[in-house]
T-cell receptor, first 117, second 115 residues
Framework: DGGITQSPKYLFRKEGQNVTLSCEQNLNHDAMYWYRQDPGQGLRLIYYSQIVNDFQKGDIAEGYSVSREKKESFPLTVTSAQKNPTAFYLC????????????????FGNGTRLTVT | AQTVTQSQPEMSVQEAETVTLSCTYDTSESDYYLFWYKQPPSRQMILVIRQEAYKQQNATENRFSVNFQKAAKSFSLKISDSQLGDAAMYFCAYIGRGANSKLTFGKGITLSVRP
């Protein structure tokens, strides 16, 4: 079955360390996204990529970095510059990049809970 | 910039009853799409229903239906015959039709279902 795999499910790090969250999809989707979810905040877009080797900042990109070297993979690095990194991170993908269609909704992974102490 | 507002942080419904979750949005675009996503305790985001702004007919998916009022920029979700499995967080989301449009989510509403 096709889907999006995020790993690990739980991640713990010490303050000051960079950490990379994995996101892999086998849906052959063009676009991939990273969201951060905090209680009472909904989902906020960190970065998105519409094509390999290209990505754009979302609403809260500061302290994060991404790469898109392969269509299937879109890892997110939480750097030590991110002031409040503890959160739930969701990766998503959609079939079409560029102009949105109602037939290209987001498919989500199961998320990674990152705790930084 | 587009915004999505879900003003009710929590709601509760009796099993088998009907509940309506509210959502309003602000946009200057005339063509766009609206979605409701469900996030159960497993935290997996699940698409519940979708609506195209240029379609006047309200979308329906089994027990889930929407009341789309384009002029009022309102997009409420009605859940009929509520079931215990409907207990979850529900997010309203908007995306414009233009290139580089990004999905914008509301803050969500937590729905509990009383047996």
């Amino acid at each position: 079955d096709g889907g999006i795999t995020q790993s690990p499910k739980y991640l713990f790090r010490k303050e000051g360390q960079n950490v990379t969250l994995s996101c892999e999809q086998n849906l052959n989707h063009d676009a991939m996204y990273w969201y951060r979810q905090d209680p009472g905040q909904g989902l906020r877009l960190i970065y998105y990529s519409q094509i390999v080797n290209d990505f754009q900042k979302g609403d809260i990109a500061e302290g994060y970095s991404v790469s898109r070297e392969k269509k299937e993979s879109f890892p997110l690095t939480v750097t030590s510059a991110q002031k409040n990194p503890t959160a739930f991170y969701l990766c998503a993908s959609s079939k079409w990049a560029g102009t949105a269609t109602v037939n290209s909704p987001l498919h989500f992974g199961n998320g990674t809970r990152l705790t930084v102490t | 910039a587009q915004t999505v507002t879900q003003s009710q942080p929590e709601m509760s419904v009796q099993e088998a009853e009907t509940v309506t979750l509210s959502c309003t949005y602000d946009t200057s675009e005339s063509d766009y799409y609206l979605f409701w996503y469900k996030q159960p305790p497993s935290r997996q985001m699940i698409l519940v229903i979708r609506q195209e702004a240029y379609k006047q007919q309200n979308a329906t998916e089994n027990r889930f239906s929407v009341n789309f009022q384009k002029a009022a920029k309102s997009f409420s979700l009605k859940i009929s015959d509520s079931q215990l499995g409907d207990a979850a967080m529900y997010f309203c989301a908007y995306i414009g039709r233009g290139a580089n449009s990004k999905l914008t989510f509301g803050k969500g509403i937590t729905l509990s279902v009383r047996p």
